[in-house]
């Protein structure tokens, strides 16, 4: 029996006090008052604590004791701030970093991050404030010890067949398919596109005691009807202009074997009449044909459809629908099980390693907007964008510039989220902006703030420095533009 193991996802991570106590925070400040106060809030929180008031005394507090999160403030006897934190991510580079000052300038906002700070918080601050921080900050350090663990990994048995996962929702689609596997009875496989219907099919059969005979799928949407019961249930010479032989069913054909009905709620009624004919009695009768072939085979079923609401519109045949309906098998949403992304992401990239030969990995950034987006195509839709992104990447890590333009769009609208917090009620807005030209905003007022340094602009706005190159030259704007400071 398979057992669910806990995946890191935004929303399936520890429970924040569950978190911290597997956690150790160092506090760098000189006033002592502060240095109390906060490693009260932290203790509060659940994490043990250490401080330090000076460079030299940090660095014996990290050698002793490694630190899951670094408070520091930027000024400070001994060097002051942003040389530790540099020598803190060189050193210790599985450590977030959370600068503290009361020198709130985008200037040395801007310079902490390009040292290696992951959030910046002023003084005074509130203990709101600091909880707020304290547990963002270890989120991210949990999220990137997982990813870390998953690029090491970078392959994974962990699933069912050619499934992947270990999420408690496919750990229940996996109970189920252990169980219907051994079986012939019709199944329903539900779920929306791109959920892996047609492989969950396969898995049944492949794991079933007839493995050995044909699997047929049989697309019911993207064939004309008259076409799917030919195929279905075959011809005879004769029985239409151009059937100038006879023709065996898949039905008849697949013999021991599974004929997989995919988006099966497309059928026309006439034709389902006939289907559910073929389940009951276990014969078909061939078009234009007078004599009945019998039949062995196993009838799979899948729809992206809700036919419980078709079935009371008179769309599809109630009793088609419980012959079918014998075992259902409900596939859940990929946003549904979102602690499974990291690990279907190495399956597509490990799978690529072996077609190609070339490895890939994730950058942790890569990784956190994969696993907190919504995925309407679902698993499709996250092997495409793999796909993608190792087509396009130029070395062998993927970044944000590698991804589609969905994905970095959301990545822009989460940071703002983070950062907005508590709005007023909005007033009308007096002018609509169209994504194009938000884009550009973010880009030239980034490139401002920054005073023109590109290469740091392009990591801030998750986007690759030719792509930010490009966009320049779109605007208008040449590659040696001086920006004024905002």
Same mark, same amino acid.
């Given at each position: ?241 151009? =059937?100038?032989?006879?023709?065996? #069913?898949?039905?008849?054909?697949? &013999?021991?074997? %599974?004929?997989? $009905?995919? @988006? ?124 993608? =992104?190792?087509?396009?990447?130029? #070395?062998?890590?993927?970044?944000? &510039?590698?991804? %589609?333009?969905? $994905?970095? @769009? ?77």
């Amino acid at each position: 029996m398979l057992t669910a193991t806990r995946m890191f996802s935004p929303e399936l991570s520890p429970p924040p006090a569950e978190r911290a106590s597997m956690m150790h925070v160092l506090v760098i400040d000189d006033d002592s008052a502060i240095r109390s106060a906060v490693a009260e809030v932290a203790r509060a929180q659940g994490y043990s604590v250490s401080s330090a008031d000076s460079a030299d005394t940090a660095r014996a507090a990290l050698k002793a004791h490694l630190a899951d999160i670094v408070l520091l403030d930027l000024k400070f006897p001994g060097g002051g701030g942003l040389p530790l934190i540099e020598e803190i991510r060189t050193l210790y580079p599985e450590s977030v970093v959370v600068v503290m000052t009361a020198y709130a300038t985008v200037s040395s906002a801007v310079e902490a991050m390009r040292t290696g700070a992951s959030e910046y918080l002023t003084k005074p601050f509130n203990m709101d404030e600091l909880s707020e921080v304290l547990e963002r900050a270890s989120e991210r350090r949990h999220f990137d010890t997982e990813s870390r663990r998953l690029r090491e990994k970078l392959r994974t048995a962990d699933g069912f067949g050619p499934l992947v996962g270990r999420s408690t929702e496919m750990e229940r689609v996996y109970r189920i398919l252990a169980k219907v596997a051994h079986t012939t009875h019709p199944v329903l496989i539900l779920g929306e596109s791109g959920t892996g219907k047609e492989i969950v099919a396969r898995t049944i059969h492949y794991n079933g005691p007839n493995a050995s005979h044909p699997f047929i799928p049989i697309d019911c949407g993207s064939l004309v009807p008259s076409l799917i019961e030919s195929e279905l249930f075959g011809y005879v010479k004769g029985a239409f202009p151009g =059937a100038n032989r006879s023709k065996e #069913g898949l039905l008849a054909t697949a &013999g021991a074997g %599974t004929v997989f $009905l995919d @988006e099966v709620g497309e059928l026309p009624l006439d034709l389902q009449a006939k289907v559910l004919r073929a389940l009951q009695e276990k014969e078909i009768r061939p078009v234009g044909s007078t004599q009945r072939v019998p039949i062995r085979a196993r009838i799979l079923a899948a729809t992206h459809r809700d036919l419980n609401a078709m079935v009371e519109q008179g769309r599809f045949r109630k009793d088609l629908y419980f012959r079918l309906n014998v075992v259902n098998v409900k596939l859940p949403a990929l946003r549904e099980r979102a602690q499974d992304i990291p690990l279907l992401a190495a399956h597509f990239l490990e799978r690529r390693r072996r077609e190609t030969g070339v490895l890939h990995t994730l950058s942790d950034d890569v990784l956190r907007v994969l696993a907190s987006y919504d995925w309407p195509g679902n698993v499709r839709e996250l092997e495409n964008t793999i796909e993608r =992104a190792c087509t396009l990447s130029s #070395g062998p890590i993927l970044h944000m &510039g590698d991804l %589609t333009s969905q $994905l970095q @769009e959301h990545r822009l609208q989460s940071q703002r989220a983070s950062h907005a917090g508590p709005q007023p009620a909005a007033e009308p807005a007096a002018e609509i902006l169209t994504i194009a030209e938000l884009e550009k905003q973010a880009i030239l007022t980034t490139l401002r703030n920054l005073h023109g340094d590109k290469l740091t602009a392009a990591r801030l706005l998750g986007i690759g420095k030719t792509t930010l190159y490009r966009k320049l030259k779109e605007y208008g704007i040449s590659e040696t533009a001086e920006f004024d400071g905002a």
